[in-house]
């Protein structure tokens, strides 16, 4: 069944550390994200913003409680299922890029599809094209700037059309106007009908967004 809510979180802990060194860093009791949402997620450093980002994106596991992705629980997956949900409906976009410095624009873009052997070469092009790189297709990551290497990852994260972005500070590289370029391609998605979660320290790209999440001590605060 179709419905309007992509997300929902239901007690959600993480805890690192076991015994007397055991730290709840996340304890989310109720949060809800509707398809086509542009969320901020907000909140001081070591707040629980990436960690509540890796579970939402399956990269890590909760301690306890539930995340449903279109009415359907994470935890009942296996690894093999989650590595293709990761792949279908997730695309994650990394504060520090993490593109392989050895392959151009055009291979790091076409990444996410290769264990599944099919030719996406013409969509990772108008990829590159969409985050204005057209031209640059067969530069290394150390041969762009960091507000390149930034969208050659966001082209990236759209090869295989996901649901929902992920975007762990992904201005926090970058000088204000190339950030500015960056959020507005973000926007320009979520216009195109992807839910976009974009956590931040920047008050100006929470401000651009229709919902802000704050977060404090691993709790969302308002
Ligand atoms: N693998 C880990 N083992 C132990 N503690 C961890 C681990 N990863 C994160 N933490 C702790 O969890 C808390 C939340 O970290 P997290 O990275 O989610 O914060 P954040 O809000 O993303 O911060 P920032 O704004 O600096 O990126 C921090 O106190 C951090 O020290
Ligand atoms: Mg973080």
């Known amino acids: 069944m179709q419905t309007d809510i992509l997300i929902s979180v239901k007690k959600l802990t993480k805890v690192y550390g076991k015994g007397n060194l055991?730290?709840?860093?996340?304890?989310?009791?109720?949060?809800?994200i509707r398809r086509g949402e542009l969320v901020a997620l907000t909140g001081p450093s070591g707040c629980g913003k990436t960690t509540l980002l890796n579970l939402l994106g399956a990269l890590d596991r909760p301690t306890a409680g539930d995340i449903?992705?279109?009415?359907?629980r994470l935890a009942l997956k296996r690894e093999a299922a989650l590595c293709g949900f990761r792949r279908?409906?997730?695309?994650?976009?990394?504060?520090?890029?993490?593109?392989?410095?050895?392959?151009?624009?055009?291979?790091?873009?076409?990444?996410?599809?290769?264990?599944?052997?099919?030719?996406?070469?013409q969509r990772a092009l108008e990829l590159l094209r969409l985050v204005s790189l057209a031209g640059k297709e067969g530069r290394r990551p150390g041969e762009l700037s960091g507000g390149e290497q930034q969208?050659?990852?966001?082209?990236?994260?759209?090869?295989?059309?996901?649901?929902?972005?992920?975007?762990?500070?992904?201005?926090?590289?970058?000088?204000?106007?190339?950030?500015?370029?960056?959020?507005a391609l973000l926007k320009n998605l979520n216009q195109r009908?992807?839910?976009v979660l974009v956590a931040?320290?920047?008050?100006r790209v929470a401000e651009e967004c229709d919902r802000k999440i704050r977060m404090m001590d691993g709790r969302i605060s308002q």
């Open 22 to 32: 055991a730290l709840k860093v996340l304890d989310v009791k109720n949060l809800e």
């Open 200 to 203: 931040t320290h920047d008050q």
């Open 151 to 183: 969208r050659v990852a966001i082209a990236r994260a759209l090869l295989l059309d996901p649901d929902l972005i992920l975007a762990d500070e992904p201005t926090g590289n970058l000088d204000s106007a190339t950030g500015a370029g960056i959020m």
């Open 68 to 72: 449903f992705f279109e009415g359907q």
């Open 88 to 121: 279908k409906k997730i695309g994650f976009i990394f504060q520090a890029y993490h593109l392989i410095p050895t392959l151009s624009a055009l291979k790091n873009v076409l990444a996410p599809a290769f264990p599944l052997g099919k030719d996406y070469r």
């Open 193 to 195: 009908g992807k839910t």
